[in-house]
T-cell receptor, first 108, second 117 residues
Framework: AQRVTQPEKLLSVFKGAPVELKCNYS??????LFWYVQYSRQRLQLLLR??SRESIKGFTADLNKGETSFHLKKPFAQEEDSAMYYC??????????FGTGTRLQVFP | GAVVSQHPSRVICKSGTSVKIECRSL??????MFWYRQFPKKSLMLMAT?????????EQGVEKDKFLINHASLTLSTLTVTSAHPEDSSFYIC?????????????FGPGTRLTVT
């Protein structure tokens, strides 16, 4: 079965500290993985996708098929990074399967 | 561009009544719209996929007679919760995908908070 697991509900760091939001997936096939972000009082929006191998707002994520992981990383967190982050997998029929989300709090 | 709106943003209804939630793509034509439900502190769960002009495809465990979805035009999809009960209280989110867009290019609405009393 396809599944996305985000083990941390809350991650709190101080400004300037490194951040890693964990995501593990279960999928039989070649997955497409994404990170979505939801800032306070805003709608869900796409942050980045693994196939583009891009860095958005300083965040990167590498797909590790051996560990079935797609952790989101940023070397120096900023206060404006505080938000809810969802890892997602594109499954059959192009449906998105979401993890439960991790709330990132960056303290000044 | 690529804005999706939902109306209403919040609704309170009495048990046994029906409530309709609208999802609109404001500046693009959405051939596919998705309806999600989000429980407190839980993930977004896909309820159904609707394609313009055809019947919605419901996920396993979602009652199609309870959650009626209509996608009558390229810019509007509606979700009607029929005979609502308190357990239907939740946050409902829609997303829209444009014609020919890649799978992940879904634009999300702001969500509708439904409270059934």
């Amino acid at each position: 079965a396809q599944r996305v697991t985000q083990p941390e509900k809350l991650l709190s760091v101080f400004k300037g500290a490194p951040v890693e939001l964990k995501c593990n997936y279960s999928y039989s096939g070649s997955p497409e993985l994404f990170w979505y972000v939801q800032y306070s009082r805003q709608r869900l929006q796409l942050l980045l996708r693994h196939i583009s191998r891009e860095s958005i707002k300083g965040f990167t994520a590498d797909l590790n098929k051996g560990e079935t992981s797609f952790h989101l990383k940023k070397p120096f967190a900023q206060e404006e990074d505080s938000a809810m982050y969802y890892c997602a997998l594109s499954g059959p029929g192009d449906k998105l399967i979401f993890g439960t989300g991790t709330r990132l709090q960056v303290f000044p | 561009g690529a804005v999706v709106s939902q109306h209403p943003s919040r609704v309170i209804c009495k048990s046994g009544t029906s409530v309709k939630i609208e999802c609109r793509s404001l500046d693009f034509q959405a051939t596919t719209m998705f309806w999600y439900r989000q429980f407190p502190k839980k993930s977004l769960m896909l309820m159904a996929t609707s394609n313009e002009g055809s019947k919605a495809t419901y996920e396993q465990g979602v009652e199609k007679d309870k959650f009626l979805i209509n996608h009558a035009s390229l810019t509007l999809s509606t979700l009607t919760v029929t005979s609502a009960h308190p357990e239907d209280s939740s946050f409902y989110i829609c997303s829209a995908r444009a014609h020919g867009a890649i799978s992940y290019e879904q634009y999300f609405g702001p969500g509708t908070r439904l409270t059934v009393t």
